[in-house]
């Protein structure tokens, strides 16, 4: 009886620490910031005026010029995200962002959670360190990938702690211990641009941590490591270098990425963050609502530039009962009927 008694307990334990755990959304899931680079905006809740970003360009002058973005969605004009771009024409080859968690900086266990998009294969890598915000981030400086003094160049990646891809098209990707070498790579289904949860658990006093990932609005599936012989599930964290005791800073590393020996760029958007810095959970925050379809495309746009106006009446004038031209119902033809659709239409914006 005394075990039954205890099993309750454990159970009740359990579901109290459940109801406990709370994911706080981070600066109004960025809504709130302003259109064009996230360098320096927000704030990390610390009181020391202290940017919630910032972001530095490795390989020419250091910076940002406008390669990691604030956007708008395009499935909600009101809902900003962040875009981390992939990119090097040749002109800049890696880019570091950095977010400090201030206020809700992780010291043992707890959650972070994302919700991102990426529109396919990448080279975005996300990580966590225990450093000061920004690695002491206070002014623009010029020099290499050798030198620069914001989170201390490619070098330093045996500093860092977690590290997973955020990526689409390509099996989840994460580092399982100290050696590069030590990737895993596991077929989750990541879609291209399709919108994806992911939930990191923290457990810094075994250096290990776990992922949970799902379609947007769907159940998380814990990220399986065939290599942890315990649980199936945790990955230790890098620590090649420097024995992680928190997660005060994450940053994400963008570099050149070829596709076909072309180097390409892609783009990574997260839509939101929220973070429990003290227990784990796969709640999501308070207020959470999934990302809505993109609005259907209009089949009177005849001219492709997003709305439905005088100059494709005009394309369906002169196409019409001669050809397929103004043809909006995809029947092969132009006729009433795709006058009727460009009618009901017509002022209409995608």
Request: glycine fraction near 10%; aromatic fraction near 10%; charged fraction near 20%.
């Amino acid at each position: 009886m005394r075990n039954v008694f205890l099993t309750i307990g454990l159970i009740l334990g359990l579901s109290v620490l459940a109801a406990q755990a709370e994911l706080v959304l981070v600066d109004n899931g960025f809504d709130d910031y302003q259109l064009g680079t996230v360098h320096l905006q927000g704030d990390d809740g610390t009181g020391s005026g202290t940017s919630r970003w910032a972001v530095q360009q490795n390989g020419q002058a250091l910076g940002d010029t406008g390669t990691q973005l604030v956007e708008a969605l395009p499935e909600d004009a009101t809902n900003l995200a962040v875009k981390l771009v992939n990119r090097d024409q040749n002109r800049i080859n890696h880019v570091y962002t950095c977010l400090s968690l201030g206020d809700l900086a992780i010291y043992d266990e707890g959650t972070i959670y994302l919700r991102f998009k990426a529109d396919g294969p990448n080279d975005v890598n996300m990580q966590s360190n225990d450093l000061w915000p920004h690695w002491d981030y206070g002014h623009l400086e010029t020099g290499d990938m050798t030198a620069p003094s914001f989170q201390k160049g490619a070098e330093s990646n045996g500093q860092m702690a977690m590290f997973v891809r955020l990526s689409a098209g390509e099996d989840f990707r994460s580092i399982d211990g100290t050696e590069w070498s030590s990737h895993r790579y596991v077929d989750m289904d990541q879609q291209p641009n399709q919108w994806q949860e992911l939930w990191i658990m923290f457990d810094h006093s075994e250096d290990r941590c776990r992922f949970y990932l799902c379609p947007d609005n769907g159940t998380p599936v814990a990220v399986p490591n065939t290599f942890d012989t315990v649980d199936g599930v945790w990955f230790h964290m890098r620590n090649q270098t420097r024995d992680n005791n928190a997660v005060m800073n994450l940053r994400w590393y963008a570099g050149q990425y070829s596709v076909g020996g072309v180097l390409t760029e892609t783009n990574v958007w997260i839509e939101s963050m929220a973070i429990d810095p003290a227990a784990h959970t796969l709640a999501r925050y308070a207020g959470w609502e999934p990302i809505p379809g993109l609005p259907p495309a209009l089949q009177a746009d005849l001219d492709g530039d997003g709305d439905v106006d005088l100059d494709d009446f005009v394309i369906l004038k002169n196409a019409f009962g001669t050809g397929d031209a103004g043809d909006c119902d995809d029947d092969g033809d132009t006729d009433l009927d795709d006058f009727v659709i460009l009618k009901n239409e017509f002022g209409s914006h995608s």
